[in-house]
């Protein structure tokens, strides 16, 4: 198994919502193929562009905004400096003016085509980008959103990545080297991150920092706002009313709990109406970090730099789901987004709130345990229904497995997190298509139609 190189900013980042497959994915892929095809030598002029969305980009592209994205990507625009009115705009369907190199061509969502759902590509949702003179095919090239906002390209040659200072991937290998090197998690995350990225501490600290930020705005943006939700489905924001109906007090466990999920529902929310967020470990998965961050801060008076420290070992945790198994509702279910949030957001408190790597390893382990299985079946294709909720609940039990983990004997913990994200990855494959953010089957399919 190949070392884990990937980096705590790729897990944690600022963009656009309402899911990173979706949205931040697309619209990488629509940037990179402007940056590509810059000096490209083609046979004869273009006449238009086309861009064919498979798998869910296709069942669900359209209540995700998949359509504007890409096309947002391919005018140039990166998720880390779009503004959510320019995105929403694109929906008017005017042609605005795609220029690379010395191509220029109008481009509208009416260029995006969606194609076959089931599909034979190497991943399930793949998109084509071509550039076309009347139907024929001049230069296309192949992108797969595999979740998170990674993509992928066919004939993409990596990039050389530079060798962290610690080599594990998994938690058992981890184990190891924290042990033999008698050093802390959040330790080795950070020398790595420095190692990967070439970064300073302090510089990680800052970007950490900003990461925290954006998050917190995105929860307090949610509290603050009331109304409907962009879609169909005529889903009302209900974040701002549980936080007035709710005094502070970290000491009542109903006040907390009540204010913990009004954290989760903002943030979420802010996610459904395509606004910024922080992927974590994906856009659908929005809210569950940055609830457990906000009530840490903001209720329990935990220190910035102990919230720090925290968020590397989540880092850690979503770095093992994401290489042993998926982060992504299109290849495992809600399991491997709104799980594996949960799973970090355990991490986070337990290390933040000064628990050994032990109990932390355990109370990931129960969160992501009690997440097994489960589909994603969005409603209408909206990250609304049951997306919001789930990361309440994803919170929620977050908090729980913390509990528990913090005062279980752990000699008799008997389930390890690489043996949760094995299952997770086993079930995942044995999952049918209906349930892959598809839209074609559960909740998806019993809720008539919004
Ligand atoms: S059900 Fe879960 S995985 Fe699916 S879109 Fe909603 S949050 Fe994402």
Redesign the pocket.
């Known amino acids: 198994m190949t070392a884990i190189t990937t980096s705590v900013f790729e897990l944690f980042k600022i963009g656009p919502g309402p ?1 990173s497959s979706h949205t931040i994915g697309p619209m990488k892929a629509g940037y990179n193929f402007n940056k590509s095809i810059e000096n490209i030598q083609l046979s004869t002029k273009p006449t238009s562009i086309e861009i064919r969305l498979y798998g869910s980009l296709s069942a669900t592209g359209k209540g995700h905004g998949t359509d504007r994205a890409v096309i947002a990507g391919l005018l140039g625009f990166k998720p880390d400096n779009v503004e959510c009115d320019f995105i929403d705009g694109l929906a008017d369907g005017k042609d605005r003016q795609f220029k690379s190199g010395e191509i220029t061509l109008p481009l509208s969502i009416k260029n995006v085509v969606y194609a076959e759902i089931k599909n034979d590509f190497p991943y399930s949702n793949t998109m084509l980008i071509r550039l076309k003179d009347g139907e024929n095919i001049l230069f296309e090239q192949e992108y797969y959103s595999i979740g998170g906002g990674f993509i992928k390209w066919k004939g993409e040659i990596p990039t050389l990545t530079r060798a962290p200072a610690y080599k594990y991937s998994n938690m058992e290998e981890l184990k190891a080297l924290l042990i033999e090197n008698d050093m802390r998690l959040h330790q080795i995350i950070l020398e790595n991150e420095m190692a990967i990225t070439d970064s300073t501490e302090q510089e990680i600290m800052d970007k950490l920092d900003d990461i925290l930020d954006v998050m917190k705005k995105a929860v307090n943006k949610g509290l603050a706002t009331e109304g409907l939700l962009p879609g169909t489905i005529g889903l009302h924001r209900k974040a701002k009313d549980l936080i007035t109906s709710t005094p502070k007090g970290y000491k009542d466990p109903s006040n907390f709990l009540i204010r913990l999920n009004a954290y989760a529902f903002a943030a979420s929310e802010e996610n459904a109406a395509g606004h910024i967020v922080v992927t974590a470990p ?1 856009s ?2 929005a809210g569950v970090i940055p609830a457990v961050i906000y009530a840490m801060e903001e209720d329990a008076d935990m220190t910035r730099e102990k919230v720090r420290e925290g968020m590397l070992a989540a880092a850690a945790v979503g770095f093992i789901a994401k290489h042993n198994a998926s982060i992504a ?1 299109a290849e495992v ?2 399991q ?3 799980g594996v949030a949960s799973s970090m957001a355990a991490a986070l408190i337990t290390y933040a709130a000064g628990f050994k790597f032990w109990r932390t390893e355990n109370a990931a382990e129960t969160a992501l345990e009690h997440h097994l299985g489960m589909t ?3 409603v209408g294709g909206y ?1 609304q229904i ?2 919001i909720e ?2 309440a609940m994803g919170a929620v039990k977050a908090y729980n497995a913390f509990l528990i983990a913090t005062v279980e004997n752990i000699k008799f913990h008997k389930v390890t997190l690489d043996e949760a994200v094995k299952a997770m990855a086993e079930t995942g494959k044995d999952m049918s298509s209906k349930y892959k ?1 598809t839209s074609e089957g559960g909740l998806a399919v019993s809720v008539p139609d919004c």
Do not use: A, F, I
Request: proline fraction near 11%; charge should be negative; include cysteine.
């Open positions: 899911s994906t659908g998965s509702g279910g809600c491997g987004e709104v994603c079946d969005p990250v049951p997306c789930r990361n953010e």
